[in-house]
């Protein structure tokens, strides 16, 4: 295509192919980038290599933190890739992107030189099945939940980056950018990759090293905590489907033990603790005429307004339309009064400090 003809066909950069998708980590993607592009041949201006951005689902995306981006082909377009690289991001905790992530892989890998991941990019790569019973590392948060899921894998906790034949992968943060440098000198010997170190203030490292300040136990936090911080988003997405798979997915746990956690942390179930804040927020939209009972059903995540019904009058007494005309026509606390919730007082004040 016209994109890669317009390359010079005495110096050909190789070209470098890094998949972007809504929900990626932005240093994943640009520090990789950044590396890539840095990348001169000694004494030229020539570049080394020709970074492109290839958008999984279309040419437009967003990042974790916000920031979009625009690819420069999506990835149904024809790409000749030397290198592929997968930045990591928690798009790729989603079954779907990972799931199409993999597909596309598994399409180019017949003619593709080296792949690499960054990260959580390993999912992507790790369910494509081009890895197993490879060596691999990634981030050390996910490093447990990437084992359970993929017990095919030789996982490394402790190093930067790893080479298995033409297979690389890398831990989060600037491992990436480490690993990116390996590949460089890898292609264009020390000098050139010892010039872009430089460039970025970084430093040259054989894969496979662990990093002299790099102790998994001491970034490594508790399950309890990843579960701490779930109030918060619940809140945040109460209209969404809560199961439990999705929730423990989204502390980077198995489901039976986020399930065991979750109860020794908050005594409740996921199950209780969901309908508890869903109910909340009911009571708070309830109050006034210009929303439906069936809308608030709806916009807390209800599958039906009679599931709704059955569920507030259990928990707080009386009917949502009860509970709604005495909101509008007496002092709240006589309202109050008919919630029994049956979660502990604990749970309360954790909700209380989530929604502040």
Known sequence: MTYFAKLSPE???????????DGVAALDLTGPLEALTSARYPGEEAPCYKPV???LASKSFTSESGLQFKADVSSDSTCPCDTIIIPGGRGLLQLETRQRAASW?????????RIASVSTGI?????????????????WRFSRDVAQRFPKLKLSRSVAF?????????????AGIEMTLSLIQEDYGSEVARGVARELVMRLRPPGIAGDDFEPAIYQCDPTERVA??????????????TVDALAERSCLCPRHFSRV???????????FVEELRLSEARRRLI????????VAESVGFKSSDAFRRAFERRVGVTPTAFRRQANSAPSAKVVRHHRSPLPSALTHLKHAAAA
């Open 288 to 295: 006034g005429w210009r929303t439906t009972v069936e809308s």
């Open 53 to 55: 951005i290839v958008g």
């Open 262 to 272: 979750f109860k020794q942390v908050f005594e409740c179930t996921p199950a209780d």
């Open 229 to 242: 911080e779930l109030p918060a988003w619940i809140l945040s997405h109460l209209h969404e489907k809560m």
């Open 105 to 113: 892989l598994l399409a180019q890998a017949a003619h593709t030189r």
């Open 162 to 174: 790893l080479k298995d034949e033409r297979f690389y992968s890398s831990a989060g943060g600037t």
């Open 123 to 139: 999912y992507a790569l790790a369910q494509s099945g081009l890895v197993d019973g490879r060596q691999v590392t990634t981030h």
């Open 11 to 21: 110096r050909t950069p190789k070209v470098i192919g890094l998949l972007g998708y």
